[in-house]
């Protein structure tokens, strides 16, 4: 009984907790160094409300406004990207950028260093801000050169990687002046190391392009230091591959480096503002602008900058707001809020911009691959996916990137494939689009993934799976080929001959239906295009494929001289002259001309030829008559129609009628030069000039005889 007395006496009274002051514990959780904790849009709303009508210029209304701000800068650039980038930069600017510049370097430098691959579109999106709020350009500039010597002093590989791609397209897109980054160069190869001859390796990747454009004699003497240091200095063998490689890049133009990626040029060149810092300069990295800090005038520096935002974005954006100071902080609550997915009947509406959806089902495509015991149970198992249209060709490219994976070409794959194209064409469709994609990019490939992803295409060829359309991407030239789209067409073709045999495929490209699709692989336009082909073909054991060009080379000469010909000028020929022609050849009229009339007026063109043509006479597409070749002493001169008959130096011409499709008058007159010598008495009778004013009026109009 006593033991259980001590018991009791020695429990301590039960205390009942205070209630908690909201706008306190807020006060209170804002000075940690996290921040606070999470609070609901509709619970900050409440309390920004609750806060506004007691004082809107009391410190506990900015701290929470300052909490807003904050929230919707981080909530907006995380979700930036190339499609979005211009619905959200007027959305940032609807945001107080001047008061929450420091929170807007803070985002977006942590932003950066988390996604590599995504700065050049915080690049872009720090561009478009620069042009119209210079000083937060300039801000980050100073803290990025602020990190990348305190990283460098560190030796911390990680941040300096980060800040030199975030400084190198921030040179590109002209924030930055390239001056900056020659120093950065310069700094990181005075003292190689292997970290920093692998940075600067990185870095002049995605900013060479630039340099060569705008300072070519300062690039080509940073090239001349990592030539120095490929020869010289005795670096990890992985650097000096990465070196290498660097100058391969310079060599091919950065075509796969471009200054500014395709969607990201937002910004006019004259509306640029750039900031000539450089490592030298004294920088002012301002940490206080990250923390909250009472304004004293905080209801006129919301309204300067309402004012501000008027300009950028116009009228329209101010008349949304209900007037308040706290306008602009609502306004993105709201914004946010929708952009959460929650409808007014409690579901929520989820869209995924994280990629995660894509991930998923190319692992679910690989593993149902290489759990497949054949290449028909494979098919079966896709086929039952969930895929969205559209994503048709997802599927295709993770067979063949599983293809290209293997040691040796597997005919599991290309029977897969084959099985895709003849269920439905749709999977052609899809197929065709990666023939032209891989073909494009075959590059990027090393030799054994470049031959199995060649075959793979070759067996849907030969198999009839693939139109053969496709070809229509290959141009076999000299310019447009590379060492490794030589080889894939190489492999492609003889994994064709393999499964089809030469006659079938001879015959095959010879199909009339194909011609306009193989005009690249097989050219005529141009004879050093075509030679190459034929060489390229011949060295591959694939010279039948190629009789038509070479019959086509044969034929070349012939058909540059007709197109001479054809493009050499007309003359009118008056009909008195015409039949004074004929008297002095000695040829009837009556065997020559049908009965003539001369309604409606036509004209008859003449031209000169080099080269001699067999005299006949013909009359719509009919020969009438081939008389003997004359020889006259006398040719019209070819300067203009209007021009008369002189008596020149002998000069023997033969005279052809012929009806041509290229002129659509009945009758058509074709001079050319014969060696013939002229017949006696012929040129003193021909001398007299003859005037041909009327040939503007007279003309011809044949007609067949009845006979």
Known sequence: MRALQEVEGSRAPISIKPKVDPAAEIKKMALTRGGGTYIPPHRLRAMMAEQAQDDQQGEDYQRLTWEALRKSINGLINKVNTANIKLIVPQLFGENLIRGKGLFVRSVMRAQASSLPFTPIFASLVTIINTK???????????????FRRSYKRNDKPTMTATTTFLAHLVNQQVAHEVLALQMLVLLLERPTDDSVEIAVSFMREVGA?????????????????????????????????????????????KDNPIIPEGLDLVEEEDMITHRLSLD???????TLNIFK????????????????REILGDSDDEE???DEGDT???????SEVDDGIKADGTVDVHDQTGANLVNLRRTIYLTIMSALDFEE??????????????????????????????????????MGERFCKINQVWATAYEQCFVNYYATIHRYETNRLRNIARFFGHLLMTDAMSWTVLEAVKMNEDDTTSSSRIFVKILFQEMLEGMGLKRLVDRFKDESLQPYLANVFPIDNPKNTRFSINFFTAIGLGAITENMR???????????????RAQPLILIPLRILRLFFRRLALPQAQVFPPLSVSPPRAIPLALLRQPRPVSLALAGKVLRQPEPHAVTHALPLSSPSSQWRRQEPQPFVLSLASTSQHPSPLSLVLSVSPSSPPRGLASKAARPVSDTASARLGVQARLPSS
């Open 133 to 147: 709020l210079p000083q937060v350009g300039e801000l980050l500039l100073h803290r990025l050169i602020h990190q």
């Open 210 to 254: 630039f340099l060569a454009e705008h300072s070519a004699r300062a690039n080509n003497g940073i090239f001349d230091r990592f030539r120095t240091i490929l020869n010289e200095t005795g670096i990890d063998k992985r650097v000096q591959y990465m070196v290498e490689v660097l100058f391969q890049v310079r060599k091919d133009k950065y």
């Open 281 to 287: 300069d004294e920088v002012q990295v301002q940490e």
């Open 294 to 309: 009472f304004d004293p005038n905080f209801k006129e520096n919301e309204e300067a900058y309402a004012e501000i935002k």
């Open 321 to 323: 707001g209900s007037g």
């Open 329 to 335: 902080e609502e306004g993105s609550d709201e914004e």
């Open 378 to 415: 494979a098919t079966h198992k896709l086929l039952k996916l969930d895929i969205a249209p559209g994503q048709e060709v997802e599927l295709c490219n993770m067979v063949i990137e599983c293809c290209s994976q293997e040691r040796t070409f597997s005919k599991f794959y290309g029977l």
């Open 551 to 565: 019959e086509h080379l044969k034929k070349m000469p012939a058909l540059l001289l007709e197109q001479q010909r």
